[in-house]
């Protein structure tokens, strides 16, 4: 009894801070959704709309005018064709880089937790430096290589590089899930004659499905957003979406359209943004993968 | 090592089938190879190119020529350069630091039950899954003085507001921080959260029981046993202010002038565009510097602390 108004003060006193928690929260979603939501605003606007109008202001109707013209009709330079090509240079870069960089990783990851040799341990310390260097260390080397292999300039270079500097990050993937994966069942698998590719394939693989999910929905938003290699060793026909919104966004000439700056940001953000939405757990758990043990 | 032990153990017992063994001995070796190759030309042989090339005369192309550390020299007195290097210093340390804050502050207070804590990590999280290009799009054009945040200012009312840090050059690089931390923020707070919730209950319910308040346990006992979260973040951070480029790219494109130049753009145009590869090797080079002397503490301790576990 004597205790009850103390009680009432502190839970007077909580209910305050916790209105003040959700604004705080609320507020923080506000600024994180507010950019997105112009955007969206703005590249349903037509250009008086934009010119006139402030960023919050609504579009009188819905025109999507700016849309098709950023997906099919927009110019970067002299040509006009929107970023629907450079949309699909990226599709063709990813999907093969995606595949070949995560199926490296988990043989690689496999070895090196599972068969462990001499050395192996080493060589593991040494690939996860590539995870961290600079790639500007590595961009005039690898402009020469790509020049004498023949594939400067193309999406195969650009899958070629993906793959190349995205293998370390999927060993380091693989490698740590197949930690937790007792020696013994390989052994054991061994002693009854089953070879490297059978336990692989028979032991390893069917319980390997969360982290190929990780592993694959990281790799696929790493090589969609990225910009760097896109720019330095793309040639004109095969420039990834990120360089030519970067293109037609810092197109200097005629008048600017924000509205089809925007449509086009969208279009370029989109593929990564529907695979958050749909397995946006497994992004988190690639992001803090290596970050947070356990 | 364990496994080590137990292949030469089988070796013995089963040599009567050596030629299929030793294949079988060797398979993990082949397949390895061609990631070893990979990481020996790619990472560190292409590294090993770039020292040298930053060594030497090269303009618009490599040439081995070598001038010593005249490259360096030159490109510590270049005016360019040493905006592009003071600019990382003030992005890098305020991109961190408010990063660093805002996320420790959203993750504790998603994590006191709250309704809707789903929906609300997906908001906060979402700019990490979008391009920086698409980022500096988007900041562009609220950061832009004419149609942007300024005017929407202006037309509600506030006839004197001014917000035209994108064209001033004193300020320009204060909007790298804000479009920066909006898209990076979100992830430490995710790296917390995993953190907090990874914290023993029992811990936490002890010091409740000992009268300490919600304040004092997450102060004493909650963010302490955090610290390892805390060099993670801290490290993954810096790597991503050292390594910007895109944003730069996308939202101001080094200008107005060079005054938002980050060195990693200052790289790109003088190899690329400028044709000074000797000094743009230099300044990879330095920019390696800078990761190395952040990661190599970091790995070491890293992986003895992964030694000490087993």
């Given amino acids: ?67 098709t013209k950023a997906w099919s009709g927009a110019c970067t330079g002299s040509t006009c064709t929107g970023i629907s090509p450079y949309f699909l240079n990226s599709f063709k870069i990813v999907i093969p880089a995606v595949a070949i960089s995560t199926l490296l990783g988990a043989i690689n990851g496999y070895v090196i937790s599972l068969w462990k040799f001499r050395g192996s341990d080493l060589f593991f310390a040494a690939l996860l430096l590539g995870c961290f260097i600079p790639f500007q260390v590595v961009l005039l080397p690898m402009a020469q290589t790509l020049g004498w292999l023949g594939i400067a300039s193309s999406t195969t270079g650009l899958v070629f590089v993906h793959v190349v500097y995205g293998v370390a990050f999927t060993t380091l993937f693989f490698r740590n899930f197949y ?65 030519a919104l970067n293109n037609l966004v810092n197109t200097s000439f005629g008048g600017k359209e924000y509205n089809v700056d925007m449509a086009a940001a969208i279009i370029a953000a989109l593929p990564t943004i529907v695979v958050y939405v749909l397995a946006g757990k497994y992004f988190v758990r690639g992001l803090t993968a290596g970050a947070v043990k356990g | 090592m364990n496994t080590n032990t137990a292949n030469s153990g089988s070796k013995k017992t089963q040599s009567g089938r050596s030629a299929r063994f030793s294949l079988a001995d060797w398979m993990p070796k082949i397949v390895l190879a061609p ?154 707070m995710a790296l917390f959260l995993a953190g907090l919730r990874g914290v023993d209950g029992d811990l936490i319910k002890a010091a409740h029981l000992d009268g300490a308040s919600t304040f004092t346990t997450y102060r004493r006992i909650i963010l302490p046993s955090l610290k390892p979260v805390f060099f993670s973040a801290l490290v993954i951070l810096s790597h991503i202010a050292i390594k910007s480029f895109d944003l730069v790219q996308a939202l101001t494109n080094g200008g107005p002038g060079y005054a938002s130049d980050l060195p990693a753009n200052f790289m790109y145009t003088y190899t690329f565009t400028r044709s000074q590869i000797g000094m743009g090797s230099a300044s990879a080079m330095v920019m390696l510097g800078c990761i190395l002397a952040i990661l190599v503490p970091y790995l070491y301790s890293e992986l003895r602390g992964e030694k000490n576990e087993k």
């Fill in chain 2, 35 to 188: 990631t070893m190759i990979i990481a020996i030309v790619c990472i560190y042989g292409y590294m090993i190119w770039s020292a040298v090339l930053s060594f030497t005369n090269s303009r618009m192309l490599p040439s081995y020529k070598f001038v010593g550390w005249d490259q360096y020299e030159r490109l510590f007195n270049n005016d360019r350069w040493m905006v592009a290097l003071t600019n990382l210093g003030i992005f890098g340390s305020l991109f961190i630091l408010i990063c660093l804050f805002l996320g420790i502050m959203l993750a504790i207070f998603l994590d006191q039950k709250i309704r809707a804590e789903g929906a609300l990590r997906t908001i906060y999280l979402y700019p990490m899954a979008i391009s920086f290009i698409v980022t500096g799009t988007a900041w562009k054009w609220l950061l832009n003085p004419t149609n942007g945040i300024q005017k929407l200012m202006i037309d509600m009312g506030f006839e004197n507001f001014k917000f035209d840090w994108l064209t001033n050059p004193d300020m320009v690089v204060y909007c790298l921080v804000i479009a920066a931390v909006w898209q990076a923020s979100g992830f430490v």
């Fill in chain 1, 1 to 67: 009894m004597k205790n009850n108004p103390v009680a009432r003060k502190t839970s007077g006193v909580s209910k305050v801070l916790r209105i003040a928690l959700y604004t705080v929260l609320l507020a923080m979603a506000f600024f994180y959704l507010m950019p997105l939501v112009i955007m969206l605003i703005t590249s349903l606007k037509d250009s008086e709309e934009v010119r006139n109008g402030t960023l919050l202001s609504l579009p009188a109707y819905l025109h999507f005018d700016s849309w």
């Fill in chain 1, 179 to 243: 930690q937790s994966i007792p020696g013994e069942l390989v052994k054991a698998a061994r002693l009854d004659g089953a070879g490297f590719f059978t336990i692989f394939y028979r032991i390893i693989l069917p319980v390997s499905t969360p982290i190929i999910v990780v592993t694959v929905i990281w790799q696929f938003t790493q090589i969609w957003n990225d910009f760097l290699f896109g720019v330095a060793f793309s040639g004109f026909d095969s420039q990834p979406v990120t360089v």
